[in-house]
T-cell receptor, first 113, second 117 residues
């Protein structure tokens, strides 16, 4: 089955700096890669996603890149703000798996004011 | 759009009792709903996948007689933790996939924190 690894597990940045979180996946059939933000005591919220027919996607301060050959994808947050502090999860999915998501281990992002 | 609710948001129960958690898709129909369990500072662990009108598919290691899942309609799935014990204490999160929507998208509920005394 699919295996998703996420790095780093914790990331501390200064407000205004950029943050990058990386994930690798094992199943070359995976074709959907969402990123979720989870605040303490809440459910995950989808912040951006990318499909395998696209190499990069951007939404304001957030961008995701996908390298299908190397089987890795990354989340980039620019101009970080204290409210970006949360746990971020990457995930991978294939159509063949009935929409099932396989999650990475999570990254705790701390943005210091 | 694509809002998922869970009820209750938290529950405390005595060991040996059963607890039911509801997951509802508020503004869309969900053919598939998923139930996850999350321990502190860990990732989400898929427990089971349920499709409306059929039996749930449980992940390896998840006891189907302990975690009863019912998906009776396109907007409601329930998870019942039977004969709960302290080790069942956890954060339970559901998600739903849009019927007829883009493949793979899941929308998550806010979670239910279960504490078994």
């Amino acid at each position: 089955g699919e295996n998703v690894e996420q790095h780093p597990s914790t990331l501390s940045v200064q407000e205004g700096d950029s943050a990058v979180i990386k994930c690798t996946y094992s199943d070359s059939a995976s074709n959907y890669f969402p990123w979720y933000k989870q605040e303490l005591g809440k459910g995950p919220q989808l912040i951006i996603d990318i499909r395998s027919n696209v190499g990069e996607k951007k939404d304001q301060r957030i961008a995701v890149t996908l390298n299908k050959t190397a089987k890795h994808f990354s989340l980039h947050i620019t101009e970080t703000q204290p409210e970006d502090s949360a746990v971020y999860f990457c995930a991978a999915s294939t159509n063949n798996a009935g929409n099932m998501l396989t999650f990475g281990g999570g990254t705790r992002l701390m943005v210091k004011p | 759009g694509a809002v998922v609710s869970q009820h209750p948001s938290w529950v405390i129960c005595k060991s040996g009792t059963s607890v039911k958690i509801e997951c509802r898709s508020l503004d869309f129909q969900a053919t598939t709903m998923f139930w996850y369990r999350q321990f502190p500072k860990q990732s989400l662990m898929l427990m089971a996948t349920s499709n409306e009108g059929s039996k749930a598919t449980y992940e390896q290691g998840v006891e189907k007689d302990k975690f009863l899942i019912n998906h009776a309609s396109l907007t409601l799935s329930t998870l019942t933790v039977t004969s709960a014990h302290p080790e069942d204490s956890s954060f339970y999160i559901c998600s739903a996939s849009l019927a007829g929507g883009l493949h793979n998208e899941q929308f998550f509920g806010p979670g239910t924190r279960l504490t078994v005394l």
